[in-house]
């Protein structure tokens, strides 16, 4: 089982980049009213058959060649259960996929969100053909970031340039604090 929630979004986002994914959304929410962290993963890439949705949760069903088991959702799945959560999926040909897992955020078996900041940054900078729209709320208040805008504003200019790369990394950290006030989930 992966450690951090931020690990299985790396986990799944990767899964939508080889499902021809070209846009990525990510959305975290957490309220501590509702005591609980939803994380949510939309994509635009290839989508599933009903009988690969019949099967996701399977852990000895794959779609890879280079393994015989699937572990990233079945895992998730327990993951979300244990915490008096969820995990829902929808797909569709040719449209995409959504993920949705719930998570109680005060249950001792939560596994931590970990450091989201580095997953989204590290998408970003490793797949820059790729557009990514992530959105971190907490309690109410939220920030975006939308690669979209960004390549709007750079032009040719890759993500990767020191600057444009030092910028994203601390885009996300200073909003992700102003609007968490730096609390660990």
């Not at 399977?58 to 993951?79: C, E, M, S, Y």
């Amino acid at each position: 089982m992966l450690p951090e929630i931020s690990l299985n979004i790396l986990d799944i986002a990767n899964n939508s980049i080889r499902a021809g994914a070209n846009l990525i959304k990510i959305e975290v929410r957490i309220s501590r009213e509702s005591d609980i962290l939803t994380v949510k993963i939309t994509d635009n890439g290839c989508g599933m058959t009903d009988e690969h949705m019949t099967k996701v949760s399977d852990p000895f069903f794959t779609t890879r060649k280079t393994r015989n088991v699937g572990l990233g959702i079945p895992f998730l799945k327990q993951a979300t259960e244990s915490t008096g959560g969820d995990l829902s999926i929808e797909s569709s040909l040719c449209k995409g996929t959504v993920i949705n897992a719930s998570f109680g955020l005060s249950h001792i078996d939560r596994m931590p969100l970990g450091d989201i900041c580095s997953t989204i940054y590290t998408l970003i900078l490793a797949n820059q053909d790729i557009d990514f729209l992530y959105i971190y709320e907490c309690d109410g208040k939220e920030y975006q970031l939308d690669t979209r805008d960004i390549r709007q504003i750079l032009g040719d200019i890759r993500f990767d340039a020191p600057e444009v790369a030092g910028f994203i990394r601390n885009y996300l950290k200073e909003n992700q604090w102003e609007i968490d006030g730096g609390n660990s989930f």
